[in-house]
């Protein structure tokens, strides 16, 4: 089992930025592409953002393209989501995933594993 676990939220103003982390254990990080997923009350878990195996290809949200961008430090086993220009709109629990296909993929159901979740407030 890969455990990943998120850091880095918080409250923020709107405009204000954020970096979240997630920390993946084991050896075998650069296996995974990883990706990042937003959740607010009520709704589906959405996608934000995902990086291949080895972070040659990005891919993002047309929401959050320009304003957000996911990197991988393989070396740290850890992933990151910079967050730029927030908006209220971005409020929400922000997951990262692991999975298996080397692009990451949109939906859920193409990641393996799930952190738990961090949150990420921003107040205009």
């Known amino acids: 089992q890969v455990a990943l676990v998120e850091s880095g939220g918080g409250l923020v103003q709107a405009g204000g930025s954020l970096r979240l982390s997630c920390a993946a254990s084991?050896?075998?990080?650069?296996?995974?592409?990883m990706g990042w997923f937003q959740q607010a009350p009520g709704k589906e878990r959405e996608f934000v953002a995902a990086i291949s195996r080895g972070g040659g290809i990005t891919d993002y949200a047309d929401s959050v393209k320009g304003r957000f961008t996911i990197s991988r430090d393989n070396a740290k086993n850890t992933v990151y989501l910079q967050m730029n220009s927030l908006k209220p709109e971005d409020t929400a629990v922000y997951y990262c995933a692991a999975g298996g296909k080397y692009w990451g993929g949109r939906l859920t159901d193409e990641y393996d594993y799930w952190g738990q979740g961090t949150q990420v407030t921003v107040a205009s």
């Open positions: 084991g050896r075998t990080f650069s296996s995974y592409a």
